[in-house]
Nanobody, 121 residues
Framework: QVQLVESGGGLVQPGGSLRLSCAAS????????MGWYRQAPGKQRELVAT???????NYADSVKGRFTISRDNAKNTVSLQLNSLKPEDTAVYYC???????????????WGQGTQVTVSS
């Protein structure tokens, strides 16, 4: 099996910064696109940013210029740097990855358990 474990959430004041990290572990052969999604109370889960195996990135318009996604293929990790945070960024942030397991020819999609980000003064 494959596990995704996030870390780095917390409480921060408006204008502040946080860095989220996600580590994938298990019987991993290769990881395709990785990404971050978020879900605020009463709202649907939404895409924040993705990065493919060639490090091509995609961002939601609401976070462009403020958030930066990166990955370390050797360590099977993906990170999200959150700068200039706003109260509307408050949400549970989820790591997501398309993973090909050892001896399996397809990619399966996995989610982490989520980490809370709260932006408040």
């Amino acid at each position: 099996q494959v596990q995704l474990v996030e870390s780095g959430g917390g409480l921060v004041q408006p204008g502040g910064s946080l860095r989220l990290s996600c580590a994938a572990s298990g019987s991993i052969f290769r990881i395709g696109t990785m990404g971050w999604y978020r879900q605020a109370p009463g709202k649907q889960r939404e895409l924040v940013a993705t990065i493919d195996s060639g490090s091509n990135t995609n961002y939601a318009d609401s976070v462009k210029g403020r958030f930066t996604i990166s990955r370390d293929n050797a360590k099977n990790t993906v990170s999200l740097q959150l700068n200039s945070l706003k109260p509307e960024d408050t949400a549970v942030y989820y790591c997501n990855a398309n993973v090909r397991r050892v001896s399996i020819i397809r990619y399966d999609n996995y989610w982490g358990q989520g980490t809370q980000v709260t932006v408040s003064s």
